[in-house]
C-alpha cells in the first residue's frame, strides 16, 4: 500500500457549512479503518491536506469523491516518497 497526499482547495457557501457534520463523520470513518493517516485544514487559504493510504491515485480520488463536501473542491494526488510524523515514532522511553 502507498501513501498520498491530497492537497484541495474548497469554496463555501451557506449549504456548504451544512454538509461539514456528515464530512467529519466520512473522516472519521477514514481515520479509524487506517484509510486516512492525517486530515488538516485552514479556513485562512481554503486548503485542506490529507494523507491517505491507497494502492492507486484512482482509489485516491474515488476516496475523496465520496465525501459529501466534492462538489465544492478541486484537488491534486501526489504519491509520497517519505513520510516521517512524531505520531508514527516510537514513544520515548521515561525511566521511573
Given at each position: 500500500?502507498?501513501?498520498?497526499?491530497?492537497?484541495?482547495?474548497?469554496?463555501?457557501d451557506?449549504?456548504?457549512?451544512?454538509?461539514?457534520p456528515?464530512h467529519?463523520?466520512y473522516?472519521?470513518?477514514?481515520?479509524?479503518?487506517?484509510?486516512?493517516d492525517?486530515?488538516?485544514?485552514?479556513?485562512?487559504?481554503?486548503?485542506?491536506?490529507i494523507?491517505?493510504?491507497?494502492?492507486?491515485?484512482k482509489e485516491?480520488k474515488?476516496i475523496?469523491?465520496?465525501?459529501?463536501l466534492?462538489?465544492y473542491?478541486?484537488?491534486e494526488?501526489?504519491?509520497?516518497?517519505?513520510?516521517?510524523?512524531?505520531s508514527?515514532r516510537?514513544p520515548a522511553?521515561?525511566?521511573?
Open positions: 500500500m502507498k501513501k498520498y497526499q491530497a492537497i484541495i482547495s474548497f469554496e463555501m451557506e449549504e456548504f457549512m451544512t454538509l461539514v456528515p467529519r463523520t473522516i472519521n470513518f477514514l481515520l479509524n479503518k487506517g484509510t486516512i492525517s486530515y488538516a485544514v485552514s479556513m485562512e487559504t481554503l486548503t485542506s491536506w494523507t491517505i493510504n491507497a494502492n492507486t491515485k485516491v474515488e475523496l469523491e465520496k465525501s459529501p466534492a462538489k473542491w478541486t484537488f494526488i501526489c504519491e509520497l516518497f517519505v513520510y516521517d510524523s512524531q508514527t516510537l522511553v521515561q525511566l521511573n
